[in-house]
């Protein structure tokens, strides 16, 4: 370390330059006050000094004033080298600034002594700067991903980040609903762990090896049943060196892009079959009586009369359905609440699915906490919201026998809980922000083969929003889905 050895009497400056050089350090040698104040105001000047109280032009306690009166963050480690041992002056000596003295004749041993704590005391002090800037520049990056995150979070395109290592940093929601990151610690995985599940166009080692600046790439899932395509462009971002900083993946669901019939055909094909199936058999049953001879006809009559009766019903369903819709969909009154028995409610629909189901094997499994049995609620709207869950559940399942569970608990301030959860197919993760839309489909095929509408989680929501309420769901593709309606009740 540079030490400045301010001395005017030769032989002490020359015993001081001989010590810290075989200490050593590097002396800085000025023979008087002005060269010593001089040094000290360099951009490379000494951190430590043995400044002699007496000197010509300007003296050590002139010096040590004009140090402590100066505005900047280095510190100087001020040892004052003195004759003068009364208190008073030594008191003088550390009150203008100095940090420690010594009486001549020193003590070499004692000298080093002394010097040593003042390189301490720097070095401490840099490591303390340097823990400031440190944090300084942490403060700043916090600011600067809270001010990106606001300004992310809500786009409708995916942002992921990236550090160097091509690991994630950061996913908004729409990048964690496209890529399935929903719940997941995913901060720190790789790039190659987190697009494990999808088909690329490019490699994650060619992505990983170019050095330009963008690259396009297509992102799908073509094996689960309901295909996924995005459109993924690479970032990559370099500091002045060309060295790899930061990479930034935008994304963006390009399934209706590639699938170039839009949701409202695919309804319209939907509706269209499911009403025009029922008065096809109908009209087909008629025709079949009018040709048949009279005794015939009285033979046939209790079968052909129940054809008829089912596909009516059917018909009064999807109608019921479409016109229940546009009502709430007109923000139509609240049903008054009036006393209603869960359980009972329960029944209903459960007995009700039966009827509408009888080939289909369905278990179902209640429970109902204490304090939840009985509520003040519109029993009107309770039940189509647990019927529009079970029924959903039963048509799209795939395994047998449907497994329903249907819970209901209510909190101390009166909102009750029903949670409605299944075996079935699940629903792909980049729906779930999606699926309380109206008209909208989760089918491979878009025919009028279809198994819904695509209204019944809407009306759910549309039933829940009006009382109040609010309605969340979780779903994994072969792992069922649960949804939860939170009802608020008087």
């Not at 001081?16 to 040094?39: F, I, M, R, S």
């Not at 969909?329 to 009036?338: Q, R």
């Not at 409605?420 to 922000?433: A, S, Y």
Request: glycine letters at 8%; charged letters at 30%; a negative charge.
């Amino acid at each position: 370390m540079k030490i400045l050895i301010a001395e005017d009497e030769l032989m002490n400056r020359r015993l001081l330059e001989v010590n810290v050089t075989k200490w050593g350090h590097e002396p800085v040698l000025a023979t008087d006050g002005e060269q010593a104040w001089k040094t000290l105001q360099g951009p490379d000047a000494p951190s430590v000094v043995l400044l002699d109280w007496m000197m010509p032009g300007m003296d050590g306690v002139e010096i040590c004033r004009r140090l402590r009166d100066r505005d900047e963050p280095r510190m100087v480690y001020v040892i004052m080298v003195t004759t003068n041992a009364q208190p008073g002056d030594i008191v003088e000596g550390l009150e203008a600034g100095a940090d420690d003295y010594v009486t001549k004749p020193f003590d070499p041993q004692e000298l080093r002594a002394r010097v040593d704590v003042g390189i301490r005391m720097v070095e401490l002090h840099r490591q303390l700067i340097d823990r400031e800037a440190s944090l300084a520049a942490a403060r700043a990056r916090l600011a600067d991903r809270a001010g990106f995150e606001a300004a992310v979070g809500g786009m409708s395109d995916g942002i992921v980040t990236l550090d160097e290592q091509w690991c994630v940093a950061y996913a908004n929601r729409a990048a964690q609903l496209l890529l399935n990151l929903l719940g997941e610690d995913y901060e720190g995985k790789s790039l190659s762990e987190v697009l494990a599940p999808f088909d690329l166009s490019k490699s994650v080692a060619d992505l990983r090896a170019s050095v330009e600046q963008t690259t396009d790439l297509e992102i799908s899932r073509t094996g689960a049943g309901v295909t996924l395509w995005i459109d993924a462009r690479i970032t990559r971002l370099f500091d002045d060196d060309g060295n790899l900083t930061n990479v930034v993946m935008a994304l963006r669901d390009a399934t209706d892009r590639i699938d170039t019939r839009n949701r409202e055909m695919r309804f319209m094909n939907s509706i269209s079959h499911k009403l025009r199936t029922p008065l096809t058999v109908i009209a087909g049953t008629l025709d079949v009586m009018a040709h048949l001879s009279p005794e015939r006809r009285s033979e046939a009559w209790d079968r052909l009369l129940g054809i008829c009766q089912r596909q009516i019903k059917r018909l009064d369903e999807t109608i019921g359905r479409l016109l229940k819709f546009r009502e709430l969909s007109e923000k139509g009154p609240v049903a008054v609440a009036e006393p209603v028995e869960v359980a009972q409610v329960i029944e209903t629909v459960e007995s009700e699915l039966r009827g509408r189901y009888p080939d289909e094997e369905v278990e179902c499994d209640v429970s109902i906490t204490a304090g939840a049995e009985r509520i003040s609620a519109g029993v009107d709207d309770l039940r189509l919201i647990i019927e529009e869950l079970a029924d959903n559940a039963v048509k799209f399942a795939e395994e047998r026998p449907v497994q329903i569970a249907i819970s209901v608990d209510r909190d101390d301030e009166g909102t009750l809980r029903v949670t409605v959860t299944d075996n079935g197919p699940g629903i792909p993760h980049e729906f779930l922000d999606r699926v309380f839309e109206g008209y909208l489909q989760i089918e491979e095929a878009t025919t009028g083969q279809v198994k819904g509408l695509g209204l019944g989680l809407r009306i759910v929501k549309e039933v829940a929003e009006a009382h109040g309420g609010d309605v969340t769901i979780q779903s994994r593709l072969g792992e069922g889905t649960s949804v939860t309606v939170i009802y608020p009740t008087d």
